[in-house]
Protein backbone atom coordinates (compact mmCIF):
# COMPACT_ATOMS: atom_id res chain seq x y z
CA UNK A 1 0.00 0.00 0.00
CA UNK A 2 2.72 2.51 0.96
CA UNK A 3 4.61 1.81 -2.82
CA UNK A 4 1.02 2.07 -4.39
CA UNK A 5 0.93 5.68 -2.37
CA UNK A 6 4.14 6.47 -3.50
CA UNK A 7 3.88 5.26 -6.80
CA UNK A 8 0.84 7.68 -7.39
CA UNK A 9 2.81 10.64 -5.79
CA UNK A 10 5.42 10.02 -7.90
CA UNK A 11 4.02 9.08 -11.16
CA UNK A 12 2.73 12.69 -11.95
CA UNK A 13 6.49 14.08 -11.84
CA UNK A 14 8.08 11.25 -13.16
CA UNK A 15 5.15 11.09 -16.32
CA UNK A 16 6.13 14.91 -16.27
CA UNK A 17 9.79 14.70 -16.20
CA UNK A 18 9.69 11.49 -19.15
CA UNK A 19 7.82 13.69 -21.56
CA UNK A 20 10.23 17.35 -20.42
CA UNK A 21 12.96 14.95 -21.77
CA UNK A 22 11.28 13.62 -24.08
CA UNK A 23 10.77 17.05 -25.75
CA UNK A 24 14.30 18.18 -24.80
CA UNK A 25 15.37 15.29 -27.50
CA UNK A 26 13.18 15.88 -29.77
CA UNK A 27 13.78 19.99 -29.89
CA UNK A 28 17.76 18.63 -29.47
CA UNK A 29 17.38 16.21 -32.71
CA UNK A 30 15.20 19.09 -34.84
CA UNK A 31 18.35 21.03 -34.35
CA UNK A 32 20.45 18.85 -35.04
CA UNK A 33 18.76 17.89 -38.09
CA UNK A 34 18.53 21.66 -39.35
CA UNK A 35 22.56 21.76 -38.33
CA UNK A 36 23.05 18.37 -40.65
CA UNK A 37 21.20 20.24 -43.44
CA UNK A 38 23.58 23.64 -43.19
CA UNK A 39 26.35 21.47 -42.95
CA UNK A 40 25.58 19.52 -45.86
CA UNK A 41 24.62 22.74 -48.20
CA UNK A 42 27.89 23.87 -47.48
CA UNK A 43 29.88 20.73 -48.18
CA UNK A 44 27.71 21.10 -51.33
CA UNK A 45 28.89 24.79 -51.82
CA UNK A 46 32.81 23.70 -50.98
CA UNK A 47 32.64 20.77 -53.33
CA UNK A 48 32.00 23.12 -55.99
CA UNK A 49 34.17 25.58 -55.14
CA UNK A 50 37.14 22.46 -55.15
CA UNK A 51 35.42 21.40 -58.58
CA UNK A 52 35.93 25.12 -59.81
CA UNK A 53 39.66 25.12 -58.17
CA UNK A 54 40.41 21.89 -59.97
CA UNK A 55 39.51 23.21 -63.05
CA UNK A 56 41.47 26.51 -62.50
CA UNK A 57 44.36 24.65 -61.54
CA UNK A 58 44.37 22.95 -64.43
CA UNK A 59 43.88 25.64 -66.94
CA UNK A 60 46.62 27.25 -65.03
CA UNK A 61 48.67 23.97 -65.78
CA UNK A 62 48.50 24.01 -69.18
CA UNK A 63 49.33 27.61 -69.81
CA UNK A 64 52.46 27.10 -67.09
CA UNK A 65 53.29 24.10 -69.74
CA UNK A 66 52.93 26.38 -73.39
CA UNK A 67 54.73 29.09 -71.57
CA UNK A 68 57.58 26.56 -70.39
CA UNK A 69 57.51 24.93 -74.02
CA UNK A 70 57.97 28.52 -75.67
CA UNK A 71 60.52 29.84 -73.48
CA UNK A 72 62.39 26.50 -74.52
CA UNK A 73 61.78 27.37 -77.63
CA UNK A 74 63.22 31.05 -77.53
CA UNK A 75 66.09 29.99 -75.87
CA UNK A 76 66.68 27.26 -78.49
CA UNK A 77 66.36 29.96 -80.95
CA UNK A 78 68.29 31.93 -79.17
CA UNK A 79 71.20 29.19 -79.06
CA UNK A 80 70.67 29.25 -82.52
CA UNK A 81 71.07 32.62 -82.96
CA UNK A 82 74.41 32.99 -81.03
CA UNK A 83 75.92 29.84 -82.87
CA UNK A 84 74.77 31.76 -86.16
CA UNK A 85 76.12 35.09 -85.05
CA UNK A 86 79.27 33.46 -84.18
CA UNK A 87 79.92 31.75 -87.83
CA UNK A 88 79.38 35.18 -88.80
CA UNK A 89 81.99 36.72 -86.46
CA UNK A 90 84.54 33.65 -87.67
CA UNK A 91 83.66 34.17 -91.57
CA UNK A 92 84.10 37.91 -91.13
CA UNK A 93 87.16 37.65 -89.51
CA UNK A 94 88.29 35.40 -91.99
CA UNK A 95 86.95 37.47 -94.83
CA UNK A 96 88.85 40.53 -92.79
CA UNK A 97 92.26 39.00 -92.87
CA UNK A 98 92.14 37.95 -96.48
CA UNK A 99 90.91 41.27 -97.73
CA UNK A 100 93.91 42.71 -95.16
CA UNK A 101 96.72 40.31 -96.74
CA UNK A 102 95.55 41.75 -100.24
CA UNK A 103 95.27 45.06 -99.72
CA UNK A 104 99.17 45.14 -97.89
CA UNK A 105 100.66 45.71 -100.41
CA UNK A 106 97.93 47.25 -102.78
CA UNK A 107 98.98 50.22 -104.84
CA UNK A 108 95.40 51.94 -103.65
CA UNK A 109 95.89 51.46 -100.38
CA UNK A 110 97.15 55.09 -99.47
CA UNK A 111 95.50 58.10 -98.56
CA UNK A 112 95.30 59.87 -101.20
CA UNK A 113 93.26 56.92 -102.98
CA UNK A 114 89.95 58.31 -104.87
CA UNK A 115 87.30 55.74 -104.01
CA UNK A 116 84.75 54.89 -106.86
CA UNK A 117 81.72 56.25 -107.19
CA UNK A 118 80.22 52.95 -106.60
CA UNK A 119 81.91 52.35 -103.31
CA UNK A 120 80.53 56.10 -102.00
CA UNK A 121 76.97 55.03 -103.56
CA UNK A 122 76.66 51.95 -101.25
CA UNK A 123 78.05 54.01 -98.43
CA UNK A 124 75.36 57.11 -99.16
CA UNK A 125 72.84 54.99 -99.49
CA UNK A 126 69.84 55.28 -97.26
CA UNK A 127 71.78 57.83 -95.29
CA UNK A 128 71.36 62.03 -95.05
CA UNK A 129 73.40 62.78 -97.83
CA UNK A 130 71.00 60.60 -99.85
CA UNK A 131 68.40 62.95 -99.76
CA UNK A 132 65.94 61.35 -102.59
CA UNK A 133 67.21 57.90 -102.09
CA UNK A 134 69.13 57.70 -105.70
CA UNK A 135 72.55 58.04 -105.14
CA UNK A 136 74.99 60.67 -105.23
CA UNK A 137 75.29 62.64 -108.22
CA UNK A 138 78.71 63.98 -109.13
CA UNK A 139 82.15 61.93 -109.40
CA UNK A 140 84.11 60.03 -106.90
CA UNK A 141 85.21 62.40 -103.94
CA UNK A 142 87.77 60.93 -100.92
CA UNK A 143 85.70 62.03 -98.43
CA UNK A 144 82.26 60.74 -98.20
CA UNK A 145 79.58 63.77 -98.28
CA UNK A 146 81.18 66.12 -99.44
CA UNK A 147 81.54 66.81 -103.28
CA UNK A 148 84.72 68.48 -105.38
CA UNK A 149 82.68 69.27 -108.68
CA UNK A 150 81.34 73.08 -108.22
CA UNK A 151 78.89 72.58 -111.11
CA UNK A 152 76.97 70.16 -109.14
CA UNK A 153 77.41 71.35 -105.65
CA UNK A 154 74.05 71.91 -103.70
CA UNK A 155 73.18 75.48 -102.74
CA UNK A 156 72.95 75.86 -98.60
CA UNK A 157 69.74 76.06 -97.33
Do not use: H
Not at 20 to 31: E, P, Q
Not at 37 to 57: C, P
Not at 110 to 128: I, Q
Amino acid sequence: MISEAIKAKLAPWVIGGALVLLGILAGTIAWLMAERDQLLADVAKMGQALNQAKVTNAENQNRIDELQADIQWRDQKALERQQRQRQQARQLAAVQSELEEALKDAPCSGPDYLWPDAVFERMREDTVSDEDGSGPAGSASPVPGTNTDPGTAKPAN
